[in-house]
């Protein structure tokens, strides 16, 4: 299939509201980037296509944060992402190893484990809202879609999905939300449930199987009527540059800074994206005169 894209339209006469993901690329950029195990990188994986999609419906520059604040071993997960289709995130334990579960998938529940949800939205006038709500498998999907009904009273269905293949890159990844919109029947509701119910196959394998967006949405919906509204494309994108890390180290104080020098060199690393920057006695100095 071709880049990454996040697709928006409507289906069932306007009744319902659909977000379809291909993050394929995207997360194996991440992993890339991260050095993360196959379950690792599933987790993540979902995580950021959950902020792309929830993103969707935001404007401008506003954005959107995920934090599983799980008790597993993977001991947390955060992406965000925005309206412009840019996604990044990190696992704070990227190397976590489990046994797959009986059925043979990654055992993402039990690496992220029990704990919290925090959805944060980042607004254009530069208010913050935070929403809090307990996870309730650790799986990502079930997890959000807990919080749009609990938090934003939105009744969704989503699927979330990463296929990591043995020699670890991700063959497919992917998430397909469904949200019903005012005035949907019971009938609606029913059509949906039934379509949901009659996949036999898992997002992420639809995914890698499918050679274009159209393909894999044609294979979603079946025989039902949709409309695509509109295309994005989407990456990882990590906003941190060296100007910015310097200002970081400002913050540090003079006397911190004057101990970096004494080393005579610095190096800050990106929690998002795993970039390394160095400082050298120059550039520290620099900054220690700001400070």
């Not at 929830?54 to 599983?68: N, V």
């Not at 970081?248 to 020098?261: F, M, Q, R, W, Y």
């Amino acid at each position: 299939m071709q880049q990454d894209e996040l697709w928006i339209g409507t289906m069932l006469e306007g009744n319902a509201r659909w977000v379809l993901v291909k993050s394929t690329d995207t997360t194996d950029e991440a992993r890339r980037r991260h050095g993360m195990s196959p379950v690792a990188t599933a987790a993540l994986g979902r995580l950021m296509t959950g902020a792309l999609i929830l993103a969707s419906s935001l404007k401008g520059d506003e954005s959107i944060t995920l934090r599983l604040l799980g008790d597993g071993p993977l001991q947390g997960v955060v992406a965000v992402g925005n309206a412009q289709g840019q996604v990044r995130g990190y696992v704070r334990e990227p190397l976590v190893d489990l046994p797959l579960k009986a059925s043979g998938k990654l055992d993402v529940g039990a690496a992220v484990g029990l704990g919290e949800l925090s959805v944060s939205r980042s607004l254009q006038n530069g208010e913050v809202y935070t929403g809090m709500v307990p996870l309730v498998s650790g799986e990502i999907a079930e997890d959000l879609v807990n919080y749009l009904l609990n938090s934003e009273q939105i009744p969704s269905a989503l699927l979330l999905g990463v296929l990591v293949e043995k020699d670890y890159h991700v063959a497919g990844a992917g998430g397909f939300l469904i949200q019903l919109l005012p005035g949907a029947s019971e009938e609606v509701i029913q059509t949906i449930e039934n379509l949901l119910g009659q996949l036999e196959t898992g997002i992420s394998e639809l995914v890698a199987q499918s050679e274009s967006m159209d393909q894999l949405l044609s294979r979603l919906m079946g025989q039902l009527s949709y409309q695509v509204l509109e295309r994005r494309p989407i990456g990882f994108t990590c906003t941190c540059s060296k100007e910015r890390l310097s200002g970081t180290l400002v913050s540090l104080g003079k006397k911190e800074i004057a101990d970096l020098i004494s080393d005579e060199k610095a190096e800050m690393v990106c929690h998002f994206c795993n970039e390394h920057y160095h400082f050298d006695v120059d550039e520290l100095r620099e900054i220690w005169e700001r400070a």
